[in-house]
């Protein structure tokens, strides 16, 4: 089975967005895509399709809340736009 990369998907999804999107959606999303990735990078937990689980949000909430010392609206709206990607 062939494996989706997650950023490239993600980019994708961004890049396609554009005639449709506002401006500031489209930073907001390139932001957000950034911080998955200083994710993937700090902690070694590999962003992929089959990796976003319930072992995924844990490591990612503790990952924004203990090492990025972001708060709780910021945090939704990280995985506020991991659920419009995935759907």
């Given at each position: 089975m062939r494996s989706i990369k997650f950023t490239p998907?993600?980019?994708?999804?961004?890049?396609?967005?554009?005639n449709v999107k506002e401006k500031s959606t489209l930073k907001t999303y390139q932001s957000v895509i950034n911080f998955y990735e200083e994710f993937s990078e700090f902690t070694g937990y590999p962003v992929r399709f089959d990796t976003i689980n319930f072992d995924f949000f844990e490591k990612f909430s503790d990952?924004?809340?203990?090492?990025?010392?972001?708060?709780?609206?910021?945090n939704g709206k990280l995985i506020s736009v991991l659920k419009?990607?995935?759907n």
């Open positions: 998907a993600f980019d994708e999804f961004n890049e396609k967005g554009k990952y924004c809340f203990e090492r990025k010392i972001t708060l709780n609206n910021y419009t990607f995935m």
